[in-house]
């Protein structure tokens, strides 16, 4: 089962090479009108000159949620009430011959694991829609430099097909081709939202009362931003960060929910046995007390 899992995890990271950087898939040529003021915005620069350029998103993206799985189950563990809960839960396996995970390690790995494979599937949703799609930046006129004065573009109504009337950059049109969902908002939710299930599914100390609600709109406060961000360069258009959002969501909830389970043990913990009900149980299985006449009709 592990080695099935280690495929599946190997495959979706091939896949998500293939659709960031090669040219394996094309990117749909959707049309345009020369005069769309939607499409006319200034050209904010690579994304490297960005304010929050891609290197540090996906460090921030990457490290913020694994730090937060690995000093809370540490901290778990430790605790004398949540370590039994543990090891109660999760059973030491054996991997091979000479491997043993302990309850600890199991949970870190798997929660871990479990986020990573999310954080690439997410990657592959967006780069389908985008190429799927083809959706225009909103700087997308600006870059593609089209001839104003020929006859495609003369009529203001006239709806432009053909891609090849842009005289710009190539690789810079290739990038304001997609637009469809925002990467940055997907990517940067789903962290946020799969962070904020396992510290309100976990963490459950009387002094968090307040840590919690801090930590976790902290996270999700910072993935809204960072939509806010992607409209206010006039790198995506506001639909485009609402899908993100919506398509970066519901990835954190299904995996949340349906795979992790909200972050609980594999095996759950046994309940203690219920008292049984004394009206459903047989007569003779009572204590006889004698009655008073009996004893005096006996004398």
Known sequence: MLYFQLVIMAGTVLLAYYFEYTDTFQVHIQGFFCQDGNLMKPYPGTED???????????????????????????????????????????????GECCYLNPLLRRIIRFIGVFAFGLFATDIFVNAGQVVTGNLAPYFLTVCKPNYTGNDCRAHHQFINNGNICTGDVEVIEKARRSFPSKHAALSIYSALYATMYITSTIKTKSSRLAKPVLC????????????????????????????????????????????????????????????DPRGMPLMAFPRVESPLETLSAQ
């Open 217 to 276: 709109l902290g996270t999700l406060c910072a993935a809204f931003l960072t939509g806010l961000n992607r409209v206010s360069e006039y790198r995506n258009h506001c639909s485009d960060v609402i899908a993100g959002f919506i398509l970066g969501s519901a990835v954190a909830l299904f995996l949340g929910i349906c795979v992790v389970h909200n972050f609980k043990g594999s095996h759950a913990a046994p309940s203690k046995p219920k008292p049984e």
């Open 49 to 95: 000159e960005s304010f929050i350029s891609p290197l540090v998103l996906y460090c921030v993206l990457a490290s913020t949620p694994t730090a937060i799985i690995f000093i809370g189950e540490i901290s778990m563990y430790f605790i004398k009430s949540t370590r039994e809960t543990l090891i109660i839960q999760e059973k030491t396996i054996l991997t």
